[in-house]
């Protein structure tokens, strides 16, 4: 399995940023892509996923309004659009997979190398 992450960089606080997630090496009915992040000093948390299936949604509730989350079934893509960027969204971006549907972190089956955000003005 191979989780491809990209997008990462440097903005200023309110500037936009798209991260880009491509899967593949998998083979599953129903699947979780989702975005984790970790600051320095702080656990990783859950930015926001989506399932292949029925489009279930999460969003952090920090990042709720500001983020979106789509995806692509055909390029097995999914994306993150990240707006209104504040400088508590500077962490490393993860892109992640669990072939089960779900999106919790200890249920992650597989992790991508991590894109790093910076938001500094």
């Known amino acids: 399995v191979q989780l491809q992450a990209s997008g990462g960089g440097l903005v200023q606080p309110g500037g936009s940023l798209r991260l880009s997630c491509a899967a593949s090496?998998?083979?599953?009915?129903?699947?979780?892509i989702g975005w984790f992040r970790q600051a320095p000093g702080k656990e990783r948390e859950g930015v926001s996923c989506?399932?292949?299936?029925?489009?279930?949604?999460y969003y952090l509730d920090s990042v709720e309004g500001r983020f979106t989350i789509s995806r692509d079934n055909t390029k097995n893509t999914v994306y993150l659009q990240m707006n209104s960027l504040k400088l508590e969204d500077a962490a490393v971006y993860y892109c992640?997979?669990?072939?089960?549907?779900?999106?919790?972190?200890?249920?992650?089956?597989?992790w991508g190398k991590g894109t790093l955000v910076t938001v500094s003005s």
């Open positions: 989506i399932s292949n299936h029925n489009d279930n949604i």
């Open positions: 090496g998998f083979s599953s009915d129903y699947y979780t």
């Open positions: 992640a997979l669990d072939l089960r549907g779900f999106c919790g972190i200890d249920e992650i089956d597989y």
